[in-house]
């Protein structure tokens, strides 16, 4: 458990160093488990595990390199956040389903100190951290699962150079699932609000990545493609969001940068703003607000009713308001 004083120490905290080709970034801290051969399993659903309800949360790699991810269509909420360079990084949170293979993983940054809040504890994987964070990190209301620590639930894939081809086998870090009361999100799912705008298709950019939804009516959902390209698993399966939220946040320069002198942005999400909810083939214009670090975050029309997601996986994309 931390102090009080963990909220305020995030924010002035130090980032995480390394862009998507650094060996640093996976090295900072420990040694790393052998190769083998990377294996992507089902996404079947498991059973509530006896435990209290914290999600599984794993840091994973996203720059071209890295693709195609395993495991990343099991996840219930992805996150994709903007890491130096104007590069992208994903944040996969699991608790109803549990792949046999998650990865690339890869490093942490302060961002995420600030997001895991709203979780009860969440286990946190990845590959290592820029080492003025790291105390941070172990002073954080979480339980960090580093490669060094568990190597028996990492391996090295052979598909990939390194640094990306580090994979997290989530059973032998969790017996099961821990069900979706662990996603204390503020996420709430029902019928779609009134009004709305056809959409079919929508593109957030980075300064170095976007992401594309495109919406498949047969599917019922929003098809992701990133950088141009459509986003499939490791073992062929397309990946794709019941809901996507485009929200609009301040995105800060930090006082640190990396090895090549990026800075490291920081992605605040608490707060209040604007945001895009995609759902059923529409785009809804909503308002959100997180008062507290320690809540999750309410998505509003604007005369202030709530506004439900369609059940399924959610994307939610940070961009620059």
Known sequence: MTTPLLATLLV????????????????????LPPRADTTEGTSAPASPAPRAASPLVVKIDNVPGARPQTGLDAADVVYAEQVEGGLSRLMAVYAT???????PVRSAR???????????????????????????IDGAPLRTALPEDKAKA???GTDKPEPHNLYLRPHRLLTAAPGAEALTTGFRYGAAPSG???????TVRFPQARFTFDWSRDQRRWLVSMDGT??????????????VVVQYVNIRKSRYHDYLGNVTPYTETVGSGTAKVLRDGKAFDVAWKRPLATGGTEF??????????????????????
């Open 300 to 321: 509003t029309t604007p005369e202030g009713a709530p506004v439900n997601f369609a059940e399924g996986q959610v994307w939610v994309v940070f961009t620059r308001a």
């Open 110 to 136: 302060e961002s995420d100190l600030e997001l895991l809040r709203q979780f009860h504890e969440p286990t946190l994987a990845f590959s290592g951290a820029q080492k003025r964070l790291l105390p941070l």
């Open 154 to 156: 990492y391996y090295r």
């Open 97 to 103: 389903r549990l792949p046999k293979a998650i990865g």
């Open 230 to 243: 459509p986003t499939v698993t490791t073992g062929g399966k397309r990946v794709g969001a019941s809901t």
């Open 12 to 31: 002035g905290a130090v980032a995480t160093a390394c862009t998507s080709g650094d060996p640093l970034d996976d090295k900072q801290r420990g040694n």
């Open 196 to 202: 709305g705008t056809a959409e079919s298709t929508r």
